[in-house]
């Protein structure tokens, strides 16, 4: 496994997550249950992303910009998820900003699938490519079972 395909398989539980969500309504459980589900593999995620992609990616200097481009949308999307905590799930704000940061979410994903993706190819070597899934795959099992 590449640390494409496993930064992949996590892109498609985002995804599966905000689609449950944006269906959701009012203040019940299941909302509730999807939020933050969405809000820890967001956090999780961010955090093995920076550190097994973007850190060794932001040295080159083909991918600096793009590394620091999908670095600072992560921290759009903790801003968009620190809004949603303040806010009552039993507005109609709620949903807009759910939809808000799922919008944000899908574009930060195509970004990397469509773009970043093949360009960090070019910059790993093969071993790179499998030894950071690996890391990256044991650091998402770590905060997942913490």
Not at 119 to 135: H, P
Request: hydrophobic share 35%; charged share 35%.
């Amino acid at each position: 496994m590449t640390i494409f395909e496993a930064i992949r398989e996590d892109h498609d539980i985002q995804r599966a997550l905000c689609d449950k969500l944006k269906k959701t309504e009012g203040k019940t459980e299941l909302r509730k249950q999807l939020f933050q589900a969405l809000k820890h593999e967001l956090d999780i995620h961010a955090i093995a992303e920076e550190r097994h992609f973007y850190s060794p990616l932001i040295h080159n200097d083909m991918m600096q910009e793009h590394a620091r481009h999908g670095i600072a949308e992560h921290h759009e999307m903790d801003e968009l998820v620190e809004e949603l905590e303040k806010t009552d799930m039993d507005s109609p704000g709620w949903l807009v900003t759910a939809k808000k940061l799922c919008e944000k979410v899908e574009h930060h994903l195509e970004d990397e699938e469509h773009t970043f993706f093949q360009l960090a190819g070019k910059v790993f070597s093969e071993s790179q490519k499998t030894s950071l899934a690996k890391e990256y795959k044991s650091a998402m099992e770590n905060e997942r079972s913490a």
